[in-house]
């Protein structure tokens, strides 16, 4: 958080001690906003965070997202991971 604003990360917005969200990423590693995306929520655990994408990586590979990053906080966990099947 910067001077007690909200850290936009891709469609997500993070608060200090909020807990865990996504962002998401074309293959080059920017960072995108599609319109059709779903918009990532805050989640109070990783589990959580982890079951939401399971659930919607579909829709967010339609809507041009490539890649996701979990983040706790702001800070990032783990990724790029991507979206696209790896068998082709």
């Known amino acids: ?21 996504w962002r998401y990423e074309s293959s080059d590693g920017a960072v995108v906003a599609p319109d059709d995306a779903p918009i990532s929520e805050s ?6 965070a982890e079951t939401w994408i399971g659930e919607t990586w579909r829709q967010l590979l339609d809507a041009g997202v490539d890649a996701v990053v979990l983040l706790d ?5 783990y990724g790029p991971m991507t979206l696209h099947d790896s068998q082709g």
Not at 43 to 48: E, I, L, M, R, S
Not at 73 to 77: L, P, Q
């Open 1 to 21: 958080m910067i001077g007690g604003l909200p850290q936009v990360t891709g469609l997500t917005t993070t608060v200090s001690g909020v807990g865990w969200t």
């Open 43 to 48: 989640f109070p655990t990783q589990a959580d």
């Open 73 to 77: 906080d702001g800070r990032e966990v």
